[in-house]
Every structure is written in structure tokens, then in C-alpha cells.
């Protein structure tokens, strides 16, 4: 009669719905992970391939020094000094190819596949994910509407408020209604006999009179936690607003580091190509050349590797955002 039951049916609708944004916002938890290993994966290869394009270069650089040296015209310690720079990019290999292997086991992993399911599929080198020109980020009410985490929190401040009506009913009677229908007989021929019937109706109230001290301690009790749900939602919200802020910021600055090394590798093939032209005339000494190469190969690996971090902060924001989900499939929050 004072809401107890309503209000408990209803804390219990919000905490249902609680545990499906919870399930929620376990997907896009898990969905980020998989495109974030993912665009790691084609990073990775492409880090692999500029090794190897650089351990090319070197090779031909180490020959030429080495023509040199037969005819006199190069030291030893050229040819030491182009060795070592060979060897130095080699070693880069086994890390990278290592940490290939681990994320496409990781990746078969996270979509439910055993290690190494996905080494086939994937040992074909693929360009890293784009990004589109522009990311439409929305307004902070919509973050609040499609942010799984914010919803459950909602939810659960929801269900938590119903707890203070419920404890508040306990302030005033309760009023039960009793009944008791039953039909006897000694022969089970005459059973179904409506004669021998046999009913009871009662009604009484309950009322904790003098438990009111305990009762609105209760309350007070409810109204605490209550308190603390609206922390904890406002927190998740302010939580949410910094996530989309920083990852943004992140996107942005990558975005323009990956602009300038694009610009230093094409500075540094060009000046390869000129060092090495200088080198085989005689207008400058090897040490330019070992210097460009490994400025080269420090810039392409750099560029991929920011590639990789441009879209896996895209892949960020959009987790930020909530993921792929359109408020509008979502069922309304009462």
C-alpha cells in the first residue's frame, strides 16, 4: 500500500538494466582490444619492412666499401664501421618479428581462437588502418547517453534510490490478506463434492510501533548510499568527459608528429642517395654515409611506428565515445 513493492520491483528493473550496460561496456572494452592489436599487428610488419629495406641498403653500402678497400681506396676500419651498422639494424629483426608473433596469438585470443590460428590469415602484410579527415566527437549529453559505464551508473543510482522509499515504508503498517481453501472427505468417491469443502479469509496488519528508532537509521543508512551512487555517477561522468578530452588531444599531436616524420624520411632518402653519390667520388668521407642510414632507418621506423599510434588513438576516442552503439537501438532508461 506505501510502495514497498513497487519500489522494489523497480530497484530491481534498474539493476537488470545496470548489468546489461555492464555487458556492454564489456564489449567495447573487448572490441577496442581486438582493433588495437590489430592496427599493432600491421604496424609491426610495416616496422619489419623498412628493416628490411634498410638492411638492403646497408648491405649494398657494406659491398661498396668493401669494393673500395680491395682497391685500396677505403680502410678497414670503413669496412668495420659499415659491418657494424649492418649488424646493428639486423638485431632489430628478432625483437620485432617477436613481438609480431605475440600479438597475432593475442588477437586469436581475444576473438575466442587459439594461438597461432591467425598467422596465415595475417602473414600477408597489409597497410595500417586509415583514419578519416575529420572525427565527429558530438556533444557531452550524448557521451552520457552512449557511454555504456555512465548508463550503468545511472542505473544503479536509479535502483538505489528506490531503496530509500522501501526503507521508508517501514515507517507504516503493513497489510496482509490470508486464505485457505481446502475440501476433505473420507471417501475418496465423494471428494470432489462441493459439501466438503473448507475455506478461511483473514486480514491482519503488521506495524514495527516502536522499532521506528532502528527503521530510520535505515533510512538514513539508504540515503548515504544513495549519496554515494551520485558520486559515483558524476565521477564516471567527469571520468568519461577526460578520457574523450585526452585521447582527442592525442590524436591530434600523433597526427601532426606522423606529418613531420613523413616529411624527415623524405629528407633522409634523399640525403642517402646524395651521401652515397658524394662517398663514390670521394667528396666526403664514410662516416656521413653511416650517419644518413641510420638517421634513415630511425625516421621509417618512427613513421610506422606513429601510423600505428595515430589510429589506435582513433580506436581510443571512439571507445571513449561508447563504442559503435546508436542511442536510439538502446532500450530507455526509466
Known sequence: FWGRVRRSVASADANFQASIED???ALVLLYAEVALTYTEVRALQARIEYTLGNIETQRSALRLVQDRNRAGLASDLEVHQAELNLYRTESFL???????VGAVNRLGVLIGQPPGTL??????QQPIPGVPAD??????GELVRRRPDIRSAERTLASQTEQIGIATAALYPTFNIL?????????EGDITEWDNRQWTLGTFFDWNLFDGGRVRGRIEVEDARTEQALRNYEQSVLDALEEVETAMSDYQQEQLRTAALERSVVAAERSVELVLILYRTGLTDFQNVLDMQRSLFEQQDELAESEGQVTQNLIRIYAALGGGWDPADLPELE
Request: hydrophobic share 45%; no cysteine.
Open 179 to 187: 486464505g485457505r481453501f481446502a475440501i476433505f472427505s473420507t471417501d
Open 23 to 25: 555487458y556492454r561496456d
Open 94 to 100: 628478432p625483437s620485432l618479428r617477436g613481438a609480431l
Open 119 to 124: 598467422h596465415a590469415e595475417l602473414g600477408v
Open 135 to 140: 572525427v565527429l566527437v558530438g556533444v557531452p
